[in-house]
T-cell receptor, first 114, second 113 residues
Framework: GNSVTQMEGPVTLSEEAFLTINCTYT??????LFWYVQYPGEGLQLLLK?????DKGSNKGFEATYRKETTSFHLEKGSVQVSDSAVYFC?????????????FGTGTKLQVIP | KAGVTQTPRYLIKTRGQQVTLSCSPI?????VSWYQQTPGQGLQFLFE???????NKGNFPGRFSGRQFSNSRSEMNVSTLELGDSALYLC????????????FGEGSRLTVL
């Protein structure tokens, strides 16, 4: 079956530090890949996505590149802010069927300190 | 455009009771998915509905059920509640284009005592 593995958290960084959150996946076929973010007390919201190999998703300074050869989709940001403190989820959707079943990683909590 | 609305936001039940949670998707979204979020298990897929039909179901016991109405609103029901059912239940809707992008509500936090 499909699965997503994320680095364990929490991750604590100082403001303006570089961020990397690792994500690898296992899937049959050619999935679409996503990063979702969950701020305290809220539901998840889409941060960025990539639908095919070598695509780069980007939003709000965050980037992730779909690497089929390493089955990875690592999230990066060059300079984090306190407002980036949240839980980040890597996810995939198997495109082989007409379903919206999205498989999520366990989430990585990021805390940015001033 | 209104987002996904889930009610109630918080509820407390006791073991053995049942609960019904409601989800109103974004206007025009016909697919509704439900997820259970717990600290230990993360986000786990419960089921997905499209045009009033359950299209996919996760690995949960039969005590968990759902339905979707003709206006795309969805409900999920948990019967004979157990302590382990305490969780944040998230509903997500998506576009008919089936892009895989999910729009989540803020969730219903269920506490079972």
């Amino acid at each position: 079956g499909n699965s997503v593995t994320q680095m364990e958290g929490p991750v604590t960084l100082s403001e303006e530090a570089f961020l990397t959150i690792n994500c690898t996946y296992t899937a049959t076929g050619y999935p679409s890949l996503f990063w979702y973010v969950q701020y305290p007390g809220e539901g998840l919201q889409l941060l960025l996505k990539a639908t095919k190999a070598d695509d780069k998703g980007s939003n709000k300074g965050f980037e992730a590149t779909y690497r089929k050869e390493t089955t990875s989709f690592h999230l990066e940001k060059g300079s984090v802010q306190v407002s980036d403190s949240a839980v980040y989820f890597c996810a995939l959707r198997d495109n082989s069927g007409g379903y919206q079943k999205v498989t999520f990683g366990t989430g990585t909590k990021l805390q940015v300190i001033p | 455009k209104a987002g996904v609305t889930q009610t109630p936001r918080y509820l407390i039940k006791t073991r053995g009771q049942q609960v019904t949670l409601s989800c109103s998707p974004i206007s025009g979204h016909r697919s509704v998915s439900w997820y259970q979020q717990t600290p230990g298990q993360g986000l786990q897929f419960l089921f997905e509905y499209f045009s009033e039909t359950q299209r996919n179901k996760g690995n949960f016991p039969g005590r968990f059920s759902g339905r979707q109405f003709s206006n795309s609103r969805s409900e999920m029901n948990v019967s004979t509640l157990e302590l382990g059912d305490s969780a944040l239940y998230l509903c997500a809707s998506s576009l008919p284009a089936n892009t895989g992008e999910l729009f989540f509500g803020e969730g219903s936090r269920l506490t079972v005592l």
